[in-house]
């Protein structure tokens, strides 16, 4: 008797104690980032799959994971991408670590969701520079491919709709829970040293948390680069480009601060290389706030603590091409 209600106390204090971290949470602007509900298992590999391979790609030579690195942040922590015959891009890459949480794709948001944003790039002349139709001819010439499809989605006839579908199920995958700021927001408050606190406490103070907030800290709003000053660097016409409204030029979607120690350089247009100058800039374009050299330490210092547990799994083995056809090279 005297071990049941012991027992029964135990658990009662575990219980008050994880609802009391869960209520301190939710008090919080910024939430800790969940796994996601539900999940295709059998999509999901075969998105990774096509996440992985460089056939869907004119050259042969480019996949998804060239641009958006999985070792690398989600990233590929150059300034702006290079595509196809080496062009050199017109943007900085975002992650595509925990993007399931954005608002939309794309800096200029021109994609709903990541299904809509998978087919981008593999037709984009600049990047993948391939055509849907043959990209597809290629998966039906691939035995494996074939099968897998039909396992997965049922039809006989594979189709764009649902490469950018198992592609973007595998995405969902790819968050990054259990950082430190995420232990510190659930109950564990041994997580963060005082100079990080005291960077949080800034961060919330001076106004950085209005756009960086959420899961993600970040990424479900457009905002105007340069509301105090004007930013000197390259500045496309962002989400003017497709609401086709004055009044959004030179938005662009609030990138997610989720790893930012690994995402480098910073900006849709890569123009900061370290965490100290994006702060630095920030602070004087968009909050007219100049922070000293003791406050931009802090506030770099909170940002770290928001690097999460990567994405770990085996690296797919790509189904053998049905021949030994040559592809051509990026020089073609």
């Known amino acids: 008797m005297k071990h049941t209600i012991l027992s029964t106390a135990v658990a009662l204090v575990s219980g008050i104690a994880i609802q009391s971290a869960a209520l301190a949470a939710a008090d919080e602007p910024i939430q800790p980032i969940k796994p996601p509900a539900s999940i295709n298992i059998g999509m999901v590999e075969l998105g990774k799959k096509l996440y992985f391979d460089p056939r869907l790609s004119k050259s042969g030579i480019m996949s998804c994971n060239t641009c958006h690195n999985l070792s690398m942040g989600g990233t590929d922590n150059i300034p702006t991408s290079v595509g196809d015959k080496w062009q050199q891009g017109p943007i900085n890459a975002p992650t595509v670590l925990n993007s399931s949480l954005n608002l939309a794709q794309f800096w200029d948001g021109r994609a709903a969701d990541l299904k809509a944003q998978a087919g981008g790039p593999i037709a984009n002349p600049g990047e993948m520079a391939f055509t849907h139709t043959l990209a597809i001819n290629v998966l039906e010439s691939i035995p494996a491919y074939v099968r897998e499809f039909k396992l997965v989605f049922g039809k006989d006839k594979i189709d764009i709709d649902q490469v950018t579908t198992a ?44 756009c960086h907030n959420g899961e993600a800290v970040g990424g479900n709003s457009f905002q ?70 003791d406050e931009n330490a802090k506030i770099v210092a909170f940002l770290k603590t928001l690097t999460g547990d990567q994405p770990t799994f085996m690296l797919p083995i790509l189904p053998p091409s049905s021949d030994s056809t040559p592809r051509p090279t990026p020089f073609n």
């Open 224 to 293: 105007k680069m340069g509301l105090v000053e004007p930013y000197k660097g390259n500045m496309p016409d962002g989400r003017a480009a497709v609401t086709g409204k004055d009044a959004d030029r030179f938005n662009f979607k609030v990138p997610t601060l989720r790893n930012v120690e690994l995402t480098y350089p910073y900006f849709h247009d890569g123009a900061a290389n370290t965490l100290t100058e994006a702060v630095d800039v920030m602070g004087r374009l968009q909050l007219g706030k100049k922070f000293t050299k």
């Open 167 to 210: 592609i973007a199920e595998f995405e969902k995958t790819l968050v990054t829970p259990n950082s430190r700021f995420d232990q510190w927001l659930l109950g564990n408050k041994t997580a963060l040293t005082k100079e990080e606190l005291e960077g949080y406490k800034l961060f919330k103070d001076v106004g950085c948390i209005a």
